[in-house]
């Protein structure tokens, strides 16, 4: 399994950015999928779930309307567009493929990404 | 939420010794609970799900107990490559969130 994340960078607050993930090594299609932040030397925040079909998107409330989850299954890849950036949304953006489908509870993370930086600067 | 809290925040272990971290839950979390290991520079490794099933190709000196809301991981022997932060996280409730984790270091 192998999960690599991209397009992270510096941006301004205000502006947006939008981050990719793509897949290998497992049957994508199969299963919800996951942004999860990490502020350095600080603790772990679920972001956003997908179920494996799109049909099921969650979101932290901390970016609820402002960060839109999706996949493309036919291309392996999960996509995070994060509009509206403030600063408190800095951190490492990791993509994390579940063990179940549905993308709500009672299925955990497996595997995680290296991750890609966000820095919002004022 | 599901706020986890995991005790001590840092715990200063010989190598050959025993270390026991502790991570307990506002509310039940039935068994789903999970245990990672991270090390600087790198993504979260899962070690132990369902509070006490090791994933795969994990030593058997991790072991985890637990349910409810109050969990237990323990390293029986603690070896170089155990030195690392340690994090809990509930898929119980949503939304799935995460202990402030526990630092292991050489004493």
């Known amino acids: 399994v192998q999960l690599v994340e991209s397009g992270g960078g510096l941006v301004q607050s205000g502006r947006s950015l939008r981050l990719s993930c793509a897949a290998s090594g497992f049957n994508f299609d199969d299963y919800a999928m996951y942004w999860v932040r990490q502020v350095p030397g600080e603790g772990l925040e679920l972001v956003a779930s997908?179920?494996?079909?799109?049909?099921?998107?969650r979101y932290a409330d901390s970016v609820k309307g402002r960060f839109t989850i999706s996949r493309d299954n036919a291309k392996k890849s999960l996509y995070l567009q994060m509009n509206s950036l403030r600063i408190e949304d800095s951190a490492l953006y990791f993509c994390?493929?579940?063990?179940?489908?549905?993308?709500?509870?009672?299925?955990?993370?497996?595997?995680w990404g290296q991750g890609t930086q966000v820095t919002v600067s004022a | 939420d599901t706020v986890m809290t995991q005790s001590p925040a840092t715990l200063s272990v010989s190598p050959g010794e025993r270390a026991t971290l502790s991570c307990g839950a506002s509310?039940?979390?039935?068994?789903?609970l999970a245990w990672y290991q991270q090390k600087p520079g790198q993504a979260p490794r899962l070690l132990i799900h369902?509070?006490?099933t090791r994933a795969s190709g994990i030593p058997a000196r991790f072991s985890g107990s637990g349910s409810g809301t109050e969990f237990t991981l323990t390293i029986s022997s603690l070896q170089p490559e155990d030195f690392a932060v340690y994090y809990c996280h509930q898929y119980n409730n949503w939304p799935r969130t995460f202990g402030q984790g526990t630092k292991v270091e050489i004493k």
């Open positions: 509310q039940s979390v039935s068994n789903n």
């Open positions: 997908i179920s494996w079909n799109s049909d099921n998107a």
């Open positions: 994390v493929k579940d063990t179940g489908f549905s993308g709500t509870t009672g299925a955990y993370f497996d595997y």
């Open positions: 369902e509070s006490s």
